[in-house]
């Protein structure tokens, strides 16, 4: 009697630690997006608990899948550039765009590219922001700020960092150079000799070369006094810390970086990972996004941005979530000021790598 009293006891303890289980998911993602300011909520409403992978740099996500069994990653964060490679690669799964809402998103991003082939859906954008010039604002004024030009300034000499991925900086000079139509990154094999020339020659002024981490901390102490390749998504989370730092977009134009969720090949969690893409996309989710502790960023959608004017105008004034602001992201790339970031169209992706070691080891 008393070994089935207690297994008639046991058995609904053992009951609810099994029901009491979250589901893993396994993202892929840059660091921060799995952190708890961004699905903490959303874990403890669900039962879920996600499980990050991070990496820095579309090259090192295509690395990580490439080295990984089918099926390790259930939700993957993605640059918008690599989406059209991860899918010829077979690595992510179409999506139903009825799910999301699409007629919330401001019309430049509806469509988006790369992340449609045809009436296709493979990947959804959540979030973006801008590359331009970022600077101590001790060291360099606005106004001088304003240009590409700057990062060739004697007031900034052996204090000139790049952050360490060819994409942004490349692209940045690019502009400079003026390839701003059809691409900076579409360019004859003359402009990149003159891209790659010009970048070179940058090389006095350079004090060194950082990942994430070390980006934040040679702005932070001064150790660096403008960055090439970044842009408020490092200033910004400096700015709320009190350094004196800031970007713009300069007048030979931006870079927009573009993030978005694709659903890995052979998941299982397809009803939970729509939910939470859903979530990520509603008004309280895109303010947790703007907000993102690891690095803010700006709403593709309309909600989104009302969202954080009600709730946070300043940092709505401060990122340009604002109608009448000038760095508004919306009208600067309606103005062709703003260029979304892609993989070269005329040179290889080995062929802007190549380049980069050869510089930083010039």
Not at 135 to 143: G, K
Request: one cysteine or more; aromatic letters at 12%; proline letters at 6%.
């Amino acid at each position: 009697m008393t070994g089935v009293a207690g297994a008639a006891l046991s058995t609904p303890m053992l009951n609810r630690a099994w029901a009491a289980e979250p589901t893993v998911i396994n993202m892929l993602a840059w660091y921060g997006h799995a952190e708890p300011d961004i699905v903490g909520e959303f874990e403890a409403a669900n039962n879920v608990k996600f499980v990050p992978k991070y990496y820095a740099g579309g090259d090192n996500m295509l690395a990580l899948i490439a080295q990984s069994p089918p099926g390790t990653y259930d939700l993957i964060l993605s640059d918008a550039e690599f989406v059209q490679q991860l899918n010829a690669a077979g690595y992510i799964e179409q999506m139903d765009a009825s799910l999301y809402p699409f007629d919330d998103f401001f019309p430049e991003y509806q469509h988006f590219p790369g992340h449609w082939v045809g009436d296709d859906l493979w990947s959804v954008m959540v979030r973006y922001g801008l590359l331009g010039v970022s600077y101590n604002t001790e060291a360099l004024t606005r106004e001088e700020a304003m240009s590409y030009n700057c990062f060739w300034n004697e007031k900034v000499k052996g204090k000139v960092g790049h952050f360490d991925w060819h994409l942004p900086n490349l692209g940045q000079m690019s502009l400079l150079m003026g390839n701003d139509k059809p691409s900076p990154f579409d360019i004859s094999e003359d402009a990149w000799e003159a891209v790659q020339e010009k970048t070179m020659s940058l090389k006095p002024q350079v004090g060194g070369y950082f990942d994430y981490g070390g980006t934040f901390s040679s702005l932070k102490n001064g150790e660096m006094l403008a960055m090439c390749g970044i842009g408020d998504w490092i200033t910004g989370v400096l700015q709320k810390d009190g350094a004196p730092v800031a970007s713009v977009i300069p007048e030979e134009g931006g870079i927009q970086w573009t993030e978005s969720y694709s659903i890995g090949k052979g998941t299982t969690k397809h009803d939970i990972i729509n939910k939470f893409i859903q979530y990520m996309l509603s008004p309280e989710g895109q303010v947790k996004s703007i907000e993102m502790a690891a690095y803010p960023g700006l709403s593709p959608t309309k909600s989104g941005w009302k969202a954080i004017q009600a709730t946070n105008p300043e940092e709505a004034k401060r990122s340009g979530m604002l109608e009448d602001s000038d760095q508004n992201p919306i009208k600067m790339y309606q103005e062709g000021r703003v260029h979304i970031r892609d993989i070269p169209r005329q040179q290889s992706l080995e062929d802007w790598n190549d380049f980069w070691s050869e510089y930083k080891t010039a």
